[in-house]
């Protein structure tokens, strides 16, 4: 689904170039839940916005099912983002001047792809789904941080993506709230066949996953099975 092959990612600094991501070749593949698990500064979340094509390389390639996303300009990148992937922050980054409704609405208004489904249908059916009935018109900074994620959540999945990438989930919630939304994640991977990819430092995040990608000071240093089933 999505292949790096020996991925730079560099940073000019006053003191000389900081290489924050080095030789990363990395596959994914269609229906995987995977953990990308280091400690701070590890270069973990720089590798997930890599993936996600927030970031371009400085040196190596990105393929997404078989396209060189190198030869692609920002509008043809921006176009398959909205369409492919769907993102899950630790900050949530929703917007606190639009209810929650309007949240999760708010990737199909800037999709440029022919909706096969009714938006306002499918937000309906997401809020139900994520127990949000009743917060509909709430406004996120009313919300508690567990439902700001859920909405999170069900705003990364409005346009359908084939790939969920989560980048701290739990970061910012207790432990009982954290793994409810690991459940979530779970869910996606196995009963809606998505592939899901959480960036954590946390091992018992990563152990709930089936493949834990271990990176350190930029380099993936080991590649395991999970003992999760």
Not at 89 to 102: A, G, R, S
Not at 106 to 124: A, G, M, Q
Not at 187 to 208: G, M, Q, W
């Amino acid at each position: 689904m999505i292949k790096l092959q020996n991925v730079y990612k560099e940073y000019k600094l006053d003191g000389g170039i900081f290489t924050a991501l080095k030789n990363i070749s990395l596959k994914i593949q269609k229906k995987e839940f995977s953990a990308i698990i280091g400690p701070s500064g590890s270069g973990k979340s720089t590798l997930m916005h890599t993936i996600g094509l927030l970031d371009h390389p400085s040196r190596g390639q990105i393929f997404v099912e078989d396209k060189d996303t190198s030869k692609l300009n920002d509008d043809q990148l921006s176009k398959l983002r909205n369409e492919f992937i769907g993102f899950v922050f630790q900050q949530f980054n929703l917007i606190n001047k639009l209810t929650v409704w309007e949240n999760i609405l708010l990737p199909t208004i800037y999709t440029r792809k022919k909706l096969d489904f009714d938006p306002k249908e499918k937000v309906s059916q997401l809020i139900k789904r994520f127990e949000l009935e009743g917060k509909e018109n709430s406004y996120p900074n009313k919300i508690s941080g567990g439902e700001q994620q859920r909405v999170t959540i069900a705003r990364a999945l409005i346009n359908n993506p084939e790939i969920i990438l989560a980048d701290e989930p739990t970061g910012n919630l207790d432990t009982k709230t954290g793994e409810k939304i690991v459940d979530l994640l779970g869910e996606l991977n196995r009963k809606d066949e998505l592939t899901v990819i959480v960036v954590t430092h946390e091992k018992h995040v990563a152990d709930r996953t089936r493949r834990k990608i271990y990176i350190r000071d930029g380099e993936i240093v080991e590649v395991s099975k999970s003992v999760y089933q």
